[in-house]
């Protein structure tokens, strides 16, 4: 009886951690891996929403068009500097959540597996009227 071996085309390449010996692994390893530098963002972030929110309240029924407005151009010109600061060799995601300020408590925790040079950077601001909450990932692309 002879045992036949299937071997799949559909097969994912190694990955870096992987240590398996690549072409894409003796190149990165020829080259640093470009890191993003989230201290920038983030001060640029905190700079936005407090110019951004400083004066804001939270509108009435008929004006929450202004809430989507303001969530819309933070993670807008967030994702902006993101570019400026390393154009390429990184995808962006920036999530951004204003909510009414009740005097209400909140939570919230994050945790990534990912490369050392991926990179996330957070803001908060609040105001007696709203609470602004502004998430930037970097995910370094291979």
Not at 13 to 22: D, E, K, L, M, Y
Not at 64 to 70: E, S
Request: charged share 25%.
């Amino acid at each position: 009886m002879v045992a036949l071996q299937m071997t799949s085309p559909l097969r994912s390449p190694p990955t870096p951690r992987s240590g398996a010996v690549s072409p894409l692994n003796r190149q990165a390893a020829a080259t640093p891996r470009p890191t993003f530098e989230s201290d920038l963002l983030r001060a640029y972030m905190k700079k936005l929403l407090q110019t951004t929110l400083q004066n804001a309240s939270w509108p009435e029924a008929r004006e929450r068009d202004k809430v989507k407005a303001w969530i819309k151009e933070i993670g807008e010109r967030v994702k902006e500097r993101m570019i400026e600061i390393q154009s390429r060799g990184f995808k962006y995601i920036v999530l951004t959540q204003i909510n009414e300020n009740l005097g209400q408590g909140g939570r919230a925790d994050l945790v990534c597996h990912w490369e050392d040079s991926d990179a996330v950077a957070q803001e908060v601001f609040a105001n007696d009227s709203i609470i602004c909450i502004c998430v930037a990932f970097a995910v370094r692309t291979i």
